[in-house]
């Protein structure tokens, strides 16, 4: 077992590839009383086209059948397995991403009942046309559901926006269309190619001992057979620099309408250390830029354009990118013009110096410090970090390295004016007057 210390946290972090290819990180955390589990498997919203395990010819499933398989996981032919968690006192949870499916759990004792509980359930697939039928309602509900939540439609409506032909333009769940043609055999082709050990990540954090976790992992393992482990082919879709929409309009039951401009990045190839630095620096702009330190907010927020559903945010996987400002707002059209003229300056001359990217790294080396002090989040992103070739806790050295020179290099990722959309969520009456 490999031991990674990072002495400026004074953090041991322990590392195994168990035969079958399962990667396991186990992070032991003195003073707390509650272990965290995840079991992770890289593949997500976006592997929608992929060459099945053993052919040839790659396919295409339908949308949402990653968040469906994760709802099926925990139904099994003896029972549903949210129950055995319970009977160990372990409160278990599962979500799904872009790029991944984790399913998870917390407690404070019976950790070991508790992980083999975890390892098996997701490593025992059950899938009957019957059960894949029930679910579809159940499903099909839930996006419903997130179809009338306007702050789900003005994010995912951003993201449309900016992407012609990448998946990540479909909503994680899919529409109810999409799931309608979802079989068993469909889950258990996408079970086979990406639920594969070699494909997954165990993170344990918190009261754990760390050879007495790793010697649970190794037996559970031991006592399974996997096939051999082959590289997934995953087709890759040739998307266009440019955003595909400049402007859309959604009318909504909403009191106040909603209005964001996104921003879509070019550099989305990089891994590793430069695609951390890259992602940092992003942000750290964008707090100058748009953070309530900067002179923009000070404008905005004096002239009642915005209110305390502000927000900006920057996402970034290997494939794809982007930014996003916005806010509820009764004035859309100003808000947005606001926006895209900050970025648009940043593409001419950065609006902050050496002295103000210090002033906000420092702030933001404190967050993630106190941040690593958090079992949930530890747990929720160091798989993330790790499946792009990252570790969470480099974050630190690295912000701390981080020079404008840096910053103005990654900036050229997301200042380009066609790289720009705006997505505006207007209340129904609007739509009755026009």
């Known amino acids: 077992m490999e031991k ?21 990180y186990i992070l032991p955390k003195q003073g707390f009383s509650k272990t965290f589990v995840t079991f992770t498997t890289k593949y997500g919203s976006i592997d929608r086209s992929f060459v099945p395990l053993g052919e040839e010819e790659a396919i295409t499933v339908p949308d949402g059948i990653a968040h469906f398989l994760e709802h099926k996981m925990f139904e099994k032919e003896d029972g549903d397995v949210f129950q055995k968690f319970s009977e160990y006192g372990a409160s278990a949870n599962a979500f ?16 070991e009942q ?6 098996d359930f997701v490593q025992q697939p059950y899938f009957t046309e019957q059960t894949v039928n029930k679910e579809k309602g159940i499903i099909g509900q839930e996006i419903q559901m997130y179809d009338d939540q306007p702050d789900w439609r003005v994010y995912f409506g951003s993201i449309e926006n900016l992407y012609e032909q990448h998946p990540v333009k479909i909503d994680i769940a899919g529409t109810v269309e999409s799931i309608d043609g979802i079989t068993a055999e469909h889950l258990y082709t ?27 992992i190794r037996t559970n393992q031991a006592n399974k057979t996997f096939a051999e482990p082959q590289p997934i082919e995953r087709i890759v879709v040739d998307e266009p620099k440019e955003a595909a929409v400049s402007n859309r309009v959604l009318h909504m039951d909403v009191q106040k309408p909603k209005a964001y401009v996104s921003f879509k ?3 989305v190839s990089l891994q590793g250390i430069a695609m ?7 942000e750290l702009a964008l707090d100058l830029m748009y953070g309530r330190s900067s002179d923009f907010y000070e404008e905005v927020y004096q002239k009642g354009w915005i209110d305390e559903s502000y927000s900006y945010d920057f996402s970034l996987e290997e494939g794809f990118g982007f930014a996003m400002v916005g806010s509820d707002t009764a004035h859309p059209v100003e ?9 648009n300056d940043a593409a001419k001359e950065l609006p902050f110096t050496q002295e103000d990217l210090d002033r906000v790294k420092r702030r933001k080396i404190g967050f993630t410090l106190r941040a690593l002090n958090s079992l949930e989040f530890i747990a929720n992103q160091f798989t993330r970090y790790k499946f792009n070739d990252m570790n969470l806790f480099d974050i630190v050295p690295v912000i701390e390295q981080l020079t404008i020179a840096d910053v103005e290099r990654a900036m050229t990722s997301i200042t380009g004016e066609s790289q720009q959309s705006t997505f505006t969520i207007e209340p129904l009456q609007k739509e009755a007057k026009a």
Not at 335 to 343: A, F, P
């Open 4 to 24: 990674i210390h990072f002495d400026q946290l004074e953090e041991t972090l322990y590392h195994e590839t168990l035969p079958n290819g399962l990667d396991v």
């Open 96 to 111: 799904t991403s872009f790029t991944r499916t984790a399913y998870l759990f917390s407690a404070t004792n019976h950790i």
């Open 114 to 119: 508790s992980t083999n509980t975890l390892l």
């Open 190 to 216: 996408c079970y086979n190619t990406f639920y594969h050990p070699s494909n997954m990540l165990l993170f344990a954090i918190g009261n754990v001992d760390p050879e007495q976790m790793m010697e649970t």
């Open 265 to 267: 990045a070019r550099e």
């Open 276 to 282: 951390m630095k890259h992602e940092l620096a992003i």
């Open 335 to 343: 808000l947005q013009e606001g926006v895209k003229r900050v970025m």
